[in-house]
Structures are given as C-alpha cells and as structure tokens.
C-alpha cells in the first residue's frame, strides 16, 4: 500500500458517511421530495450494505494476523468503492439542489426528472457492486460468487477473475482455493489478455502463496501450472519476479512431493528461457543445487575409478552426501513463518514414487539446467562446480529419449561457455579431470553411435567448443568428426566443419597435429564432396581448407584435390559476402601459391 492510499476500513468508512449525508439531505428536500424519498431508501441500503462491507473486511485482515490465511483482495473492493464514491457524490449533488426554493423550481423539476433516473439506476448499480462484493469477500464461508456485478458488465472474465483471484486468497476450505486456482490456470491458458489481467489483478501474489503454503500438494501443483501459462511473455516474467517469486520457486523446488516438483522444475525452465535476468537470479539463488540433486537421484556416482584421480571430486561427493542428509534448505526461513515443512516430509514419505514420475521430474529438471546455462557463466560454473558434470556424463551414458538429450544440450551450454571462458575451460574441462573424462566420453559414444541430428548435433558441437582443451596426440576425436563430414543430414556436416575448424584454426595451439590428423582421415576428400553439393552456403568448409592450407600445405591431398583453384574460384564471392574473411583467403591463396602450386586452368 502507497502512503498516500488510504486503508481500505477507511475508504469503505467514508462512503458510509457519504451515504448517510445522502440520507439526511434527501429528508430535508423542498422540491421533488417523492423522487429523493426514493433516493433516501436506496442510500439506506447502499449504507447497510457498506457496514457490512467494513465489518468484513475488517475481520479479514485482523484474522490474517492469526491464521496462515492471506490477507484481504482489495483490488475489485477499491474499484468497487471508487466506484460507488462517484455515484453518491452524483447523487448529494442532485439532491441538495432540491433544498433549493423560489420560483425557478418548476423548471428545475423538469429538468432533474432524467437525473433521478438516471442517479436512481446508479445507486441501483452500486448496492448490486457491494452486495456481490460481499459475496466474494464472504466466499471465505465457502459462498463464492457467480452473479455478475454491474461493474464488471461489460467485461464478464474479470468478474470471474475478481472472484477466483478472492477465492485463492481468502478461501478457507482448501477444496474452493484449489478450484478457484483451477479456474484461474484455465483461464490463464485461453490466452494473452487473461494472462495480462491476471497479473494486473494481482493474482501472482495469492498463486504464489499458495505454492508456498504446501497446504496440500494438489494446489501447489494446481497454483504452479497457472503460473506455467503466466510465464510466456517477458514482462509477466519479471513482473512475477519482483514479488520475489525466485528464491520461494527454488525453496519448493527443494522441498515438495515429486509431482509437484515435476511442475516446478517445468516452471523454472520456461521462466529461465525467457528473461535472461530471471535466468541469473534463479543462479544467485542456487537453484542448480536441488535441481542437479534430483537428477541425479537413483544415478551412482561414487564410482571408484573417478574418485581416485581427483581430491576435489571426493571432496564436493562428501559435501554433497552430507547436504542430501540433511535437508539442503532447511536453514531458510519462512518470511511469514507459514512453513509446513514437517507436512512435505510426510506426504514424500507416502508418496508411491512411480518411476514415470521421477523419469518427467529428471527430464524437466535436466531442461531447466539446460536453460540456465545457456550463455550464463555463473550457472555454468555453479553447475559445474557440483557434482553436476559427472551426472550429466552418467545419464547420457545410461538413459535414452528426452532425458539423455536435454543433458546433452545442458553440456552443449555449458562447454559453450567454457569455450569463450578460459577460467572455467580450465576449471571444469581439464583434461585429466574425472567429470570432463566421463562427459568427453560420452560425447565420443554419441558422435560413434548415434545417427540422428537431434544427438549429433549438440555432441559435434560440444567437441568443438572443447577444442582447445585436447592435446596434439587426442587420437579419437578428429576421426569421428570427419566421418560426420558425410553424414547426409546437411545441418550434422556443416556443425562437423565447424568443430573441426576449431582444432585447426591457428588459436588452437596444436593445430598442425590436428591439421595432419583430418588429412590422415581422409577429411579432404569429403570436404569436396561437400563443396560440390548444391544449394548451401558453403563459407565453413572454405575457411576449414584455408586452415588446412596455412597448416599443412604441402599436403598431397589438398594438392591433389587442386584446393588452391577452389579456394581462387570461390575467394571473390565469399569475401563479397564475408569481408571479414578476405585477409584469411589472400593468406592461404599466397601460401599455396609459394610452395609452388599452381592454378590449373
Ligand atoms: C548459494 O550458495 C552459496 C554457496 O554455497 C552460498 O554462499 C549462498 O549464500 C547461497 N545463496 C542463497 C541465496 O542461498
């Protein structure tokens, strides 16, 4: 509440004293005294009405102080009352006008006829606002509201927002806040103009709440796939955000039944993948720590083999048993002491664990990974710094389908990250380091095994980014990658090129054993293969054979298949389109040239 904005018993307080001036000056009226009689008779009831009014929400917010309840919903009462306030102000107006005598009164009868209907049917309007408005703020006795009220008449969804949004916030049965909860998620799926009213209306605080609250599983689950269909658009992002949705989604996230978990985790990944502040906040605010967690429930990762080689891998895998044993957000306080952990803890005890249940919760928790590691240094180094690397490494090894694909794609990001981050290249993706092994590994087995784009892709692209991390006698890596050069998929060729520009490009400190290396594997001959398909740009496999040039040009196979000619048929249109390549085309032209090639005609 703003200083300036007067409490709601306040608001409602004055229009109860607005009313009963009304009342009085109505029985003072010389002229038109039936058509103010009349008045006087509905004020009566407006001020009867707004009594009411006052003395509920009056108890509303003193229980507030007691209960776990939440607090009163006053946006539709301060419309409501905005509203009202107008109408007698119209109607005190009308009226002392007839206080007036003299002989202009005729007249002034004419003339006022319209305005006591008029005014009449407002007051009409406005008992029928307060009285509905009683209703929902009664809805707390399990009344709820489905008239609807004279204010809402031209726009009957905010009627119903009003009322579901009272009812998630207000509701004491927990049965009418899962349904009114219900409706909202509804709602907020048939599109964009519910979403936007639900946020205006303020329903994120009370969906929040009672995610929160964990009163019971089925309306967190209920509160959390609302906030799902809020959450396609930047600015309900981040608008969801400030009222410090993050930090309470992780805490759930860590501590809730796995169904609801699953849709948590889901919740996470779309809110990540659409606001890149979002994305950072939920990394300041450690939710890699329960998502990594629960993806690696079921997965052993004390494998003997690794933990010999590697101090620190013993060191986080204590760490991280010691935190799984003790509840890892235990520490964290609720803000208005609603906590009902203990009740978490029991419903995940009985809770029958189906396997389906945990292989969706892995999946979207591995997804959120993904998005928030996507060009994020801080969740790449947080995830890294876990035990996450070796989890990941340990599901693409043993899953299939969605699971092992969206690890796949969260180590895409994260050595993407790596890639332009020397720190963290040399932090996480050492070579002799256990977890970037296992990850190194699997990514092998993918490029070897897999045949589908979906896979390749993200693996081909990994070991490019990992380039400059291998040594000169890296013996498995390049030939996998030229095969792909033949992979008849266009998009898995063309990401072959690029991974294999990076071993040879001449930042890559090995890059002559590299460049001697696709040669031995036959790349050259492939290369041209797919220089002479049709219809693709062919930029990265002309770059590959200038490194090539510049690396090993005096290669019999770059000479017998003429790549100086290529390179010279194909430099003007390039660089016209590439200006920035054109010092790295005269370069390998020059080479080639002076190491006796020539061109043939
Ligand atoms: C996140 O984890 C770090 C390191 O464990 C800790 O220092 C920090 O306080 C945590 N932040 C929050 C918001 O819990």
Request: with cysteine; proline share 4%.
């Amino acid at each position: 509440m703003t200083e300036e904005e007067k409490s709601i018993q306040e608001e409602l307080t004055l229009l109860v004293l607005l009313a009963d001036r009304l009342i009085k000056s109505a029985k003072e009226a010389e002229s038109s005294k039936s058509d103010c009689a009349d008045l006087a008779k509905q004020a009566d009831l407006l001020s009867l009405k707004l009594r009411s009014a006052v003395r509920l929400t009056t108890t509303t917010t003193t229980t507030t102080t007691t209960t776990a309840q939440s607090s009163l919903y006053e946006r539709p009462v301060r419309r409501v009352a905005a509203d009202v306030s107008k109408t007698l102000e119209r109607a005190l107006t009308l009226v002392r006008k007839c206080k007036r005598s003299g002989v202009l009164r005729q007249v002034f009868a004419i003339t006022t006829s319209t305005d006591f209907r008029k005014v009449s049917s407002l007051l009409e309007s406005s008992i029928a606002d307060v009285s509905w408005l009683l209703s929902i703020l009664d809805s707390a006795e399990g009344g709820g509201s489905l008239s609807l009220p004279p204010i809402a008449s031209n726009d009957p969804i905010l009627a119903m927002l009003w009322s579901s949004i009272a009812s998630v916030q207000m509701g004491r049965l927990l049965r009418d806040r899962l349904d009114a909860t219900n409706n909202l998620a509804s709602l907020a799926r048939d599109n964009d103009r519910n979403k936007k009213m639900i946020v205006e209306e303020g329903g994120v605080v009370p969906l929040l709440k009672l995610l929160k609250d964990g009163a019971s599983p089925d309306a967190q689950m209920a509160a959390s796939t609302a906030l799902f269909y809020l959450v396609n658009d930047q600015d309900r992002v981040r608008s969801i955000a400030r009222e410090l949705a993050v930090p309470l989604i992780v805490k759930v996230l860590a501590d809730s039944p796995i169904k609801v978990q699953v849709l948590v985790a889901n919740l996470v990944a779309k809110m990540v993948e659409i606001d890149p502040e979002v994305q950072e906040e939920f990394g300041r605010q450690n939710a890699t720590r329960p998502l990594v967690t629960l993806l690696s429930m079921d997965t052993v990762l004390d494998d003997p083999k690794l933990l010999q080689s590697s101090k620190t891998s013993i060191h986080s895998l204590v760490e991280i048993n010691k935190e799984l044993a003790r509840n890892p957000f235990s520490h964290q306080s609720n803000s208005d002491g609603s906590s009902r952990g203990g009740h978490h803890k029991k419903d995940k005890d009985v809770e029958v664990e189906l396997p389906e249940l945990k292989l969706a919760l892995k999946i979207n928790c591995a997804k959120a990974l993904w998005k928030l590691s996507r060009g994020s240094l801080l969740n790449s180094r947080k995830i890294t710094e876990t035990k996450g690397l070796l989890c990941l490494a340990k599901i693409i090894d043993k899953e299939r389908g969605e699971l092992r694909s969206n690890c796949l794609m969260t180590v895409m990001e994260l050595v993407a990250v790596a890639e332009s981050n020397s720190d963290l290249r040399r932090a996480a993706f050492k070579p002799n380091s256990p977890a970037a092994k296992a990850v190194l590994e699997q990514l092998l087995i993918v490029v070897n095994e897999e045949t589908s784009p979906g896979l390749l892709i993200p693996a081909i692209k990994s070991v490019g980014s990992l380039a400059r991390t291998f040594p000169a006698k890296e013996s498995r890596i390049i030939g996998p990658l030229v095969t792909q050069l033949g992979h008849r998929n266009a998009d898995v060729a063309t990401e072959a090129t690029i991974a294999l520009s990076k071993f040879v490009s001449p930042d890559n400190f090995n890059c002559v054993e590299h460049s001697k290396a696709i040669i031995d594997f036959n790349g050259v001959p492939r290369l041209m293969n797919l220089l002479r398909a049709n219809g693709r740009d062919q930029v990265h496999e002309l770059v590959l054979l200038c490194y090539l040039a510049l690396n090993v040009g005096n290669s019999k196979a770059l000479e017998q298949a003429r790549v100086l000619n290529v390179l010279e048929g194909a430099a003007r249109s390039v660089v016209a389109q590439h200006p920035d390549l054109r010092e790295l085309f005269v370069k390998a032209v020059n080479h080639l040239s002076l190491l006796g090639w020539s061109s043939y005609p």
